[in-house]
């Protein structure tokens, strides 16, 4: 059974910095495309970032300049570095990973932004 564990989410303050990590294991192969998503209290869940096997990365506006999203193919994990963080970034962050038809989530990581 494929699985995605993430890792790296805690509280910070206003302008500080996190590093997401997420890991597949249990699988063979490597996700065509892996991403971050965020889902805040009553809001829906939403793209933060994701990044093509090739390389190509797309952001959502909010976090364009301030967070990076990379990969490492050969251990099948994606890393998310996330800097000047606002308030407003706080949220449940998900790492999804997708090949073909096959999606699958991990269970989730909080990070909270406050003084």
């Known amino acids: 059974q494929v699985q995605l564990v993430e890792s790296g989410g805690g509280l910070v303050q206003p302008g500080g910095s996190l590093r997401l990590s997420c890991a597949a294991s249990?699988?063979?192969?490597?996700?065509?495309?892996m991403g971050w998503y965020r889902q805040a209290p009553g809001k829906q869940r939403e793209l933060v970032a994701r990044?093509?096997?090739?390389?190509?990365?797309n952001y959502a506006d909010s976090v364009k300049g301030r967070f990076t999203i990379s990969r490492d193919n050969a251990e099948n994990t994606v890393y998310l570095q996330m800097n000047s963080l606002k308030p407003e970034d706080t949220a449940v962050y998900y790492c999804?990973?997708?090949?073909?038809?096959?999606?699958?989530w991990g269970q989730g990581t909080q990070v909270t932004v406050s003084s």
């Open positions: 999804r990973g997708d090949y073909g038809l096959l999606t699958r």
């Open positions: 249990g699988s063979s192969f490597s996700f065509n495309t």
């Open positions: 990044i093509f096997s090739g390389g190509t990365t």
